[in-house]
């Protein structure tokens, strides 16, 4: 089913709970490559080609905003898109659409390269709050850029950007990010130590390499960027996204199932498959296929969350639905985001046992028998963690806004069809 994201229609998932899913699905392109990437075609006037580009609500409100920046943007809605730049019309972003995604905050080092200068609204998305600007404006600042009047993120970079050498503040995604996109456009060579090392950061440097950036050290926790050659268009193809490839395996073992999840890397799932096998998931991997056959999980000690290549907290939601039929007691540790547990708490109206420690710990001791409800998606992955456990449940949920979970799934809808799932789709009221 496709939405504008522009419109405000809002829609939820009718679940009928208690059928095993099963059959085969094929993970797009990771999300969290896909948004820096869109960003940093910003960065040369020549155009782009991505492909097995995540056909999600996400990548499309970034391709509209590039749109409004003056970007010619083809494909939005298909896996290939095509974005050619040649004149930057405008130095804000619509204030409308930036609400919307978090990740609009990765225009603003390519505003400053193209102009000079950057406004940019508060960006939506999930968790706004804990998620700030403090670690891009620290980069930005050192490569040349300061604060100016205006609501927002107001930056000017009047004498260009230029490198530098520095420490992050926190080893933000983002942040990190940020400060390569900056680099790659400032003379000379920067040094950013305290880099996030997630397999997202690693593409967007490789990106930028085959755009001429020279970049050594992608993937620790110091990234060399020499900047300021002249950048050309670049085609590359995404690399599968191995948080939604978690997804579709904890869906199917909450339901008794078995699936064969193709299209992300083996190395790229290490993280979450090792957790899923302490919790007694069978599954293997091979090369770009990961098989999950039924399981029956069981409660482990500990499960935290970390910085690459540690658990993803992307996952943590997931995990905690399935720590609800697993044998035992479980804690979860996010130290990251409080807000997602906080939306977990709706499983104990479905019958779920959860003790709330704090913000960041919960202990789920499993197994409980589900019962439907309706759900409120509070945000992306804690959304893709209730509809899991619907699916899971006696009776029947409702699951919304589903718009959502389309910021980060595609076709959530016909691949849970495809898969054996009984859904439909009606308007929220």
């Not at 943007?73 to 898109?81: K, P």
Request: charge should be neutral; include cysteine.
């Amino acid at each position: 089913m496709k939405h504008d994201p522009r419109l405000g229609t809002k829609t939820r998932l009718v679940v009928e709970g208690g059928h095993r899913l099963g059959g085969r699905v094929d993970v797009e392109g990771n999300k969290n490559a896909a948004l820096p990437l869109l960003a940093a075609c910003l960065l040369t006037s020549e155009p782009c080609e991505l492909t097995n580009v995540p056909r999600i609500r996400d990548v499309a409100v970034m391709g509209e905003l590039l749109r409004g920046l003056g970007a010619t943007v083809e494909g939005l809605g298909t896996t290939t898109v095509r974005v050619e730049c040649r004149h930057v019309a405008h130095d804000e972003p619509d204030a409308r659409l930036v609400g919307q995604l978090r990740g609009s905050v990765l225009l603003v080092g390519p505003l400053l390269a193209r102009l000079g200068r950057a406004r940019l609204a508060p960006p939506g998305g999930d968790f706004p709050g804990r998620r700030t600007f403090s670690v891009h404006r620290q980069a930005l600042r050192a490569m040349g850029a300061r604060d100016a009047t205006g609501s927002g993120h107001a930056l000017d970079a009047p004498d260009g950007l230029h490198a530098a050498s520095l420490y992050l503040d926190e080893a933000s995604v983002t942040g990190t990010e940020t400060a390569i996109l900056a680099a790659a456009a400032a003379d000379g060579t920067s040094e950013i130590r305290h880099a996030a090392c997630e397999p997202h950061v690693v593409e967007l440097c490789e990106f930028l390499g085959r755009m001429g950036v020279t970049i050594e050290g992608a993937g620790t926790p110091t990234v060399r960027v020499v900047g300021g050659a002249a950048r050309t268009g670049v085609r590359h193809r995404l690399r599968g996204d191995y948080i939604e490839a978690g997804s579709w395996a904890v869906a199917a073992v909450l339901t008794g199932g078995e699936v064969e999840v193709t299209g992300a890397r083996g190395s790229d799932l290490e993280p979450v498959v090792s957790v899923l096998r302490r919790m007694g998931v069978e599954c293997e991997v091979d090369r770009n296929v990961l098989r999950v056959h039924r399981s029956t999980p069981r409660g482990i000690r500990q499960i935290t969350t970390a910085p690459w290549p540690g658990f993803p907290s992307d996952m943590v939601s997931l995990v905690t639905v399935l720590a609800t039929q697993a044998e035992g007691r479980t804690l979860i540790h996010d130290w990251m985001y409080e807000l997602r547990l906080f939306a977990l708490e709706q499983l104990s109206g479905m019958g779920a046992d959860l003790f709330l420690c704090d913000p960041h710990r919960i202990i789920v001791t499993g197994p409980r028998r589900l019962q439907g409800r309706n759900l409120d998606t509070r945000d992306l992955r804690s959304g893709m963690a209730l509809i899991a456990a619907a699916l899971a449940a006696r009776g029947e949920s409702r699951v919304g806004p589903l718009e959502t979970v389309e910021r980060g799934y595609a076709d959530v809808v016909a691949r849970l069809r495809g898969l054996g799932a009984q859904v439909a789709v009606e308007a929220a009221p």
